[in-house]
C-alpha cells in the first residue's frame, strides 16, 4: 500500500465520517450483523479483557465494548473517523490512536484479544503481514475475531436478473475490484472464509465462522424490513438456524470469523 492509498482511504473515509453514525443507526441489517457480532465477541473473551480494535472507524464497537467493561485500545487510519471518535466522550478504559492495518508492527503491548468488524481488512490486498503481526500482538491463546465480506453475496449476485451485470460480479474479481468511498477510489478484496484462513492457518486455530444477511436482506436493501416486515422476519428466521453451517459464511454479505491464536 504506498502513499497515495493511504491518503485516499484517509480522505475517503474521512468524507464519510460525517454521516457515518446517521446511516449506520437507520439501517437495520447493519444492527443486526452488530449485535452477532458483540454476541460472538462475549462468548469468547469476557470483560476486563484488553481489546485492540482495528480499523474502527467513528467508534461505535469501541464505546460498546468499553462500556461492557473491555479495556479497549482503538485504531484507525482515517483522521477524521478519529476526530469524531474522540469527540464522542472519554472513559478511562478507551483510547483511540492512528494506526494503518500495514503497519501493526508499530503498535504497542499485548491484547486478549484483537476485532475488526464491518470489512475493514476488505481493504487489504494480501492479509499474510496483518497474520502475522496480529499473532504477535495476541497473548498465549488470544483471540482475533473479524468480520468481513465473502466473494460471492446471494443478493448482491441476484442483480443479475435486474442487468446489474457488473454489481452482481464485482465479488468474484480475483484481483479485487476498486470501489468509490466518499469520492475516493479505494481497493476492496473479498475473501471467502477459506481463502481468509489460508493467511491465517499456522498462526491460529479457527474456531467458528457464522454467515451474516446470508437470506435476509443485506445493508443496501434495508428498505426491504418496512416494505416486507413479514417476509424478512421470516429471512431473518432462516438465518438464525443457518448461520453457524460453514456454507452460510461463503453467500452472505459479510462473515464473522473467530481465530484463536495457537
Ligand atoms: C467500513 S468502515 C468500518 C468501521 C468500523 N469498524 C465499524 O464497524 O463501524 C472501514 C474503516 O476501515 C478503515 N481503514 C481502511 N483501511 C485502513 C488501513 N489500511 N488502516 C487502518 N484503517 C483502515 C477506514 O478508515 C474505515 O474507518
Keep these: 500500500m504506498n502513499l497515495t492509498d493511504l491518503e485516499k482511504i484517509n480522505t475517503g473515509f474521512g468524507n464519510m465520517a460525517d454521516e457515518y453514525d446517521s446511516m449506520q443507526d437507520t439501517n437495520i441489517p447493519v444492527k443486526k450483523m452488530r449485535k452477532k457480532f458483540y454476541k460472538t465477541v462475549e462468548s469468547f473473551v469476557k470483560p476486563p479483557a484488553s481489546l485492540l480494535e482495528l480499523n474502527c472507524g467513528t467508534g461505535i464497537d469501541a464505546f460498546y465494548f468499553a462500556n461492557a467493561g473491555y479495556n479497549v485500545t482503538a485504531t484507525d487510519i482515517s483522521d477524521k473517523m ?121 498462526n491460529f486455530h479457527l474456531r467458528k465462522t457464522t454467515g451474516l444477511c446470508i437470506f435476509a436482506p443485506p445493508q443496501p436493501a434495508s428498505h426491504w424490513y418496512q416494505k416486507h416486515p413479514s417476509i424478512t422476519k421470516f429471512l431473518d428466521s432462516i438465518d438464525d438456524k443457518i448461520e453457524s453451517f460453514f456454507f452460510s459464511s461463503f453467500i452472505g454479505d459479510y462473515y464473522i470469523a473467530v481465530l484463536q491464536k495457537v
Excluded: H
Aim: glycine share 8%; aromatic share 14%.
Design 82 to 202: 478519529l476526530m469524531n471518535a474522540r469527540s464522542k466522550g472519554t472513559l478511562k478504559n478507551l483510547s483511540f490512536e492512528k494506526l494503518n492495518l500495514t503497519e501493526l508492527n508499530k503498535a504497542a503491548g499485548k491484547y486478549d484479544l484483537v476485532i475488526s468488524n464491518l470489512g475493514g481488512l476488505n481493504c487489504l490486498n494480501d492479509l499474510s503481514k496483518l497474520s502475522r503481526n496480529v499473532s504477535e500482538l495476541l497473548n498465549p491463546k488470544g483471540f482475533f475475531i473479524v468480520s468481513v465480506m465473502p466473494q460471492f453475496c446471494l443478493w448482491e449476485f441476484a442483480l443479475i436478473f435486474k442487468g446489474e451485470f457488473k454489481r452482481a460480479l464485482r465479488r468474484l474479481k480475483r484481483d479485487g475490484v476498486i470501489a468509490n468511498m466518499g469520492g475516493e477510489k479505494i481497493f476492496v478484496r473479498y475473501y471467502s472464509p477459506k481463502k481468509f484462513y489460508n493467511y491465517f492457518k499456522n
